[in-house]
């Protein structure tokens, strides 16, 4: 994957130097606009290696003239993981020396930051929320505060937000709250341009709801499961035309136009897969665990653990690395279930909980 592509005439991507297990070849962040002033969308994770190709891209996009606004009026957060928040640091410095470099006598509008708000974000098994401390640490000047003074301006679902564009077009972006993968999370139905648009007028920024390879990981996997189906249903549920197309995710490649839609649902059956999976293993006697398995007990007290359920699902297709990561998504599982009142937890905690399928009346 290219470091900086543009990918439409109103989408560069600029990739987020970060590249590993969980981000793939990093995070993707997303240039908006065809003239100044952009919107940027997520920061990276403020890898060093990231400024300088950012620069390049705003440099090449968005000269400024003596009657231009800024470079990047808006930044918005799509949700609060350290990839995709802790660049903004480095982001806000960059667009405060370009423009003083390029309009040293004019006064600079620092941009105006945006989330979706929580009232409180939870660590994670895979980052820990450091957000709240990195808007505190944030140079005075360098954004500008929202109306109550908070660093962040608020995101509701539905909002639409301005695309600057030269020709004419008017549509903005619209804000879709998809909570699971976090409580905050969103994606945004970015405008076509109607002149490169084949069937879809929009694309569908979708975060780390959905990516461009593999599957996503979630805090709650029944609100994760209904954004998703209400991602499949949006152009019936509000309005036809805002159907979308090809997707851009936080991490990974562009899906393409044709397969936007059958991706989210190859993700909803996954999940109903992987759910008959865990039924079909807790419809099954336990194993007896070897002696001194300790937190790899794959049964405990007759019954299966988290690790049981993983060893069983997990060992003839994935390699072991994986299959820590995997008890997270397993018990998010379990939890569905439970609530459900499909199954039941019969004790211990984390991957040696203990779990039962409830018999039926």
């Known amino acids: 994957m290219e470091n ?48 300088p190709l950012l620069e390049t891209a705003i440099r090449s996009l968005c000269p400024l003239s003596p009657s231009s606004p800024v470079h990047v009026s808006d930044i918005i957060l799509s949700h609060w993981h350290h990839d995709h ?33 929580v009232s409180s974000a939870p660590n994670s098994p895979f980052t820990t929320n450091k957000l709240d401390e990195l808007l505190r640490n944030l140079e005075k000047g360098s954004f500008t505060p929202s109306p109550t003074g908070s660093a962040l301006h608020n995101l509701h679902d539905g909002q639409e ?45 979708t975060s780390d709801s959905v ?34 197309g090809e997707l851009y995710p936080g991490h990974g490649p562009v899906v393409p136009e044709d397969k936007g839609v059958d991706l989210i649902e190859t993700y909803i059956k996954h999940r109903m897969e992987r759910e008959h999976q865990v039924v079909a293993v807790l419809s099954q006697p336990a194993p007896d665990p070897p002696e001194g398995t300790g937190d790899e007990a ?30 997270h998504s397993i018990g998010q599982h379990l939890r569905k279930l439970e609530v459900e009142g499909r199954v039941r937890c019969t004790g211990g905690e984390g991957v040696q909980s203990q779990w039962e399928l409830v018999k039926e009346n």
């Open 85 to 117: 928040t802790e660049g903004l640091p480095g982001i806000l410095g960059l667009l405060s020396r370009l423009w003083k470099e390029q309009r040293p006598n004019a006064p600079f509008v620092p941009p105006r930051l945006h989330k979706f708000p």
């Open 161 to 205: 937000l301005p695309v600057s564009t030269n020709d004419g077009d008017g549509r903005g972006m619209r804000i879709v709250h998809t909570p699971g993968h976090t409580t905050d999370s969103i994606c945004i139905l970015i405008p076509v341009n109607p002149k490169e648009q084949k069937h879809a007028p929009y694309a569908l920024y």
């Open 211 to 244: 990516l461009g390879e593999g599957t996503a990981v979630f805090e709650d996997l029944s609100t994760y499961m209904s954004s998703l189906k209400s991602l499949v249903d949006l152009p019936r549920s509000i309005d036809p035309k805002l159907a979308f």
């Open 4 to 51: 900086i592509t543009r990918l439409s005439s109103r989408v560069v991507r600029v990739l987020g130097q970060n590249p590993g297990k969980f981000t793939l070849q990093g995070t993707n962040t997303y240039l908006v606009g065809s003239e100044s002033p952009y919107t940027l969308i997520d920061t990276g994770e403020g890898k060093d290696e990231y400024i």
């Open 298 to 327: 794959t049964s405990r007290n007759g019954r299966w653990t988290i690790w049981g359920i993983v060893v069983s699902i997990y060992a003839k297709t994935y390699p072991r690395n994986l299959w820590l990561p995997a008890c």
